[in-house]
């Protein structure tokens, strides 16, 4: 009985490990260790010290955990206005607004981590801080799948 136990429970974890596998390989990230992941990279190209590393990291975690989540909460109120495309009745007006509500949202947050950051680390850090910041989004876009449609510049150019 016992042995049966472990079987089972074994089974379920590796079918739950599966799966999160699965789920990461179909262009769902796992949040977390995309974080991670930025961390790791941002820590590669800039030099802090161990104790500016332990006051940093729960500033950047924090500050990526409420990016995502703004990011997640816009991304279903935008998703309804492209399904309800062929609908007459979308609020267009109100879409406009939340869009500019949600940059406002982002702008606000960076203050905050801007101003969290500010006095964690020196200006010179600070600023090598920002650009391996930049230099990771540019990484993750260029890696993006080539299948997707190419930019409206390119398009006219065709």
Sequence with gaps: MRNLKYIVLSTLMVLTLTAQAQRERHGHPNVKEMHER??????NEVSL???EMN????VFLDYEKKM???HMKNREYFRMGVEKKQDAAINYAELNDKAVNSEISQAQLLRAYHMKLRKLLKPETLYYYYQAERKFKRKLLQNMPKNMPPPPDEELKR
Excluded: I, R, T
């Design 38 to 43: 930025k961390w790791q990279f941002v820590m």
């Design 68 to 70: 995502w989540e703004l």
């Design 55 to 58: 006051a940093v990291k729960p």
């Design 49 to 51: 010290s161990p104790a």
